[in-house]
């Protein structure tokens, strides 16, 4: 059964990271990014878990950090194996249900721009592009920066 909460740190913080890995595109977190971020007050990091065997299996995470009407996602990713299924999909919409209901009326985020399939899932939700870092990441690659007003 698939459940979101709220990642406060522990021994999921690894599997965080195996995700970061596995898809390449995430943010290159470590295990203590990950339990950094979760002790910040202004911030929160949502994860999306399967029970098998009675262990939560974590899909998918997705970190925000907000202040006043503002806020900014930092990390998302979905594992590999779990892609294509709307769970990014469902959880993406929980973290912006979420800073809504904190008041926050403009979210923003960056992406590479070689990330095409990323793009097209951050444009579902009506996010538009509002500025360009040339060759901001390591490869040369450059990242957009998109905006959503809620």
């Given amino acids: 059964m698939r459940e979101i909460s709220i990642f406060s740190g522990g021994i999921l913080a690894e599997n ?3 995700i970061c890995r596995q898809t390449k595109t995430a943010a290159p977190w470590t295990g203590k990014d990950f339990q950094t971020e979760a002790g910040q007050k202004t911030s929160r990091i949502f994860i999306l878990t399967d029970k098998k065997d009675n ?4 899909l998918a995470f997705c ?4 202040v006043f009407e503002s806020a900014e996602i930092t990390n998302f990713a979905v594992s590999p194996l779990y892609q294509r299924k709307n769970f990014g999909t469902e959880l993406f919409n929980h973290t912006l249900n979420f800073l809504r209901n904190q008041g926050v009326k403009e979210v923003t985020l ?3 721009s070689a990330n095409i399939s990323a793009q097209k899932f951050y444009e579902k939700f009506k996010f538009t592009c509002v500025s360009v870092r040339k060759k ?3 490869m040369g690659e450059d990242a957009l920066l998109l905006k959503l007003n809620l």
């Fill in 136 to 138: 901001f990441y390591n």
């Fill in 16 to 18: 965080l990271v195996g």
């Fill in 55 to 58: 262990q939560k299996i974590p």
């Fill in 110 to 112: 960056e992406v590479s």
């Fill in 63 to 66: 970190a925000c950090r907000f």
